[in-house]
């Protein structure tokens, strides 16, 4: 008798994640069904977990940074990434390559069943395969790095000068923050600065090497007013005050975190000296095809920075990303039985 249900990592309810028995899940026409191999813990999961996303209700399997093999469709028995944001793909948008602010998009993990479970449907238009060989946790890094090169390529298009004469500051130590300084050392950077709150977070990204890192609850920036470029990753007005005050004029920020909306710009001076801001959401197939490369290549290094738990352990996870335990940018969930 085939199985009708599945283990999974279930959003319940505010700082609430419950690890039991789901359906199987249950997938639309033209959808696909994924065994999953791993699933990474996403900035966006912890947002619904604190009850700050009103997008994701409970009960709801969050996840949508995943590898695995297809079981179905022409592409079963293959090992291959998710592009977890489905977009129409007709719109003004989606037909001039940039179906990532297609505005009837959807995302698995918020409306619809995401993958920190053993399986899960996606469309199929949406798997982009990976190299045999490839680890599959280190597959799992392919969303959160197309975020981050998503957004060093938007400064590289609008940029007075090449990256490698830049001096460049990254706000914030999570995921995207350390890609961030992984990418724009892997393409020349000559000045990565990143300020992080979090001192084992801190630590971790000192042993990469990527970057001189400072805490900015206690020292401005090494270059404060000096920086051709800010990519602020953390997306507070707090961050957005500190972008305003790092740039030089004439410079770039770039705006990726997604904390909160609200103030901290400071539109005068952004007037008055030319600064540039840019938003940033998500990423595009060729920035995930580029993904997979990089990470595939260690262009980024060994990733000896993420750290690997079983599923059955996610809401631990999650209780320790919350009370800032974990010197690890990123946490991978695999299933048990793969552990």
Known sequence: ??????????????????????????????????????????????????????????????????????????????????????????????????????????????????????????????????????????????EPTATALHAVALVERVAYRPLSEMKALVIGGGAIGMLAALVLKAKGCSQIDLGETNALRRTSVEQQRCATVFDPITDKAPNNGDYDVVFDCVGSSITRQTSSEAVRPGGIISHVGLQNDGDGFDSRKITLQEIMVLGNYCYTNADLTASIDMLYQERLGDLNWVEVRPLSAGGQAFDDLHNGRVAAGKIVLQPDHLM
């Open 1 to 142: 008798m085939k199985p009708v249900d599945m283990k999974a990592l279930v959003y319940t309810g505010t700082l609430e994640m419950t690890y039991r028995n789901e359906p199987l899940p249950s997938p639309r026409p033209g959808d696909v069904v994924m065994e999953v191999a791993a699933a990474a813990i996403c900035g966006s999961d912890m947002h619904a977990y604190h009850g700050h996303d009103a997008r994701r209700v409970p009960p709801l399997i969050l996840g949508h940074e995943v590898c695995g093999t297809v079981i179905d469709g022409k592409h079963a028995g293959q090992r291959m990434v998710i592009n977890p944001l489905m977009a129409c793909g007709i719109c003004q948008s989606c037909t001039t390559g940039r179906s990532n602010i297609c505005q009837e998009r959807e995302l698995i993990g918020m409306y619809l069943q995401g993958a920190l479970a053993e399986q899960v449907a996606i469309s199929e238009r949406n798997l982009l395969p990976i190299p045999e060989d490839m680890d599959s946790v280190h597959a799992a890094l392919t």
